[in-house]
């Protein structure tokens, strides 16, 4: 039996635990602020829901996806609805050829496993999101960070930071500190996060 491709192994784990944390996530948490600015616990569930699992199902099977889409509805069982979704979008991974070549945003094409880092890396980040806004004591598994930590050093450009877009600006984090807290610190939250001091 071949081995599981890394990829897949880091995507797996990546879901499972974004499906780990949303069940432990109360009805009565929705409206709780997040260290995404101006993002309640309910907002970040239906970026997860509604256009995270869409588009990454659409990249997993070589098309484009399409970020402009309006969120979807989604139900009061948020955890059923994200391991349907899932699962949908784990069984289009499995079935392709990771190294088939894909469109990139630019033009130009790359190997379809690429498609990969940012979904792990959305994962990872948003987990911690969801820990911290409901006051989850969970440990997160601290490869899935260090993976999103190094791809997204590679790819995330200065004008992207800043007021009204997509991500804030680097809040600097020492060396030694945990997987998360970089990870965090990189996409511009503050590690340090916690209700009621911001939001």
């Not at 784990?90 to 094409?109: C, F, K």
């Amino acid at each position: 039996m071949a081995d599981k491709d890394p990829a897949l192994d880091l995507m797996e784990r990546a879901v499972a635990q974004m499906a780990d944390v949303i069940a432990a996530i109360r009805p009565d948490q929705a409206e709780l602020p997040t260290p995404c600015e101006n993002w309640p616990v309910r907002r970040v569930l239906g970026h997860l829901l509604g256009q995270i699992l869409p588009n990454f199902t659409v990249a997993a099977r070589g098309a484009t996806p399409d970020w402009q889409a309006s969120e979807e509805e989604f139900g009061p069982d948020w955890a059923a609805e994200f391991r349907t979704r899932a699962a949908e979008l784990l069984a289009a991974w499995h079935s392709a050829d990771l190294d088939g070549e894909a469109p990139v945003p630019g033009g130009g094409t790359a190997p379809l496993r690429a498609r990969t880092d940012q979904q792990i890396t959305e994962f990872a980040m948003h987990a911690w999101d969801l820990t911290r806004a409901t006051g989850q004591d969970r440990e997160l598994d601290p490869e899935l960070a260090e993976h999103g930590l190094a791809w997204s050093k590679r790819i995330l450009e200065p004008e992207f930071r800043g007021t009204g877009k997509a991500f804030g600006l680097e809040i600097p984090v020492p060396d030694d500190a945990s997987a998360y807290d970089r990870l965090a610190g990189w996409f511009g939250r503050d590690p340090h996060w916690k209700p009621g001091l911001t939001g």
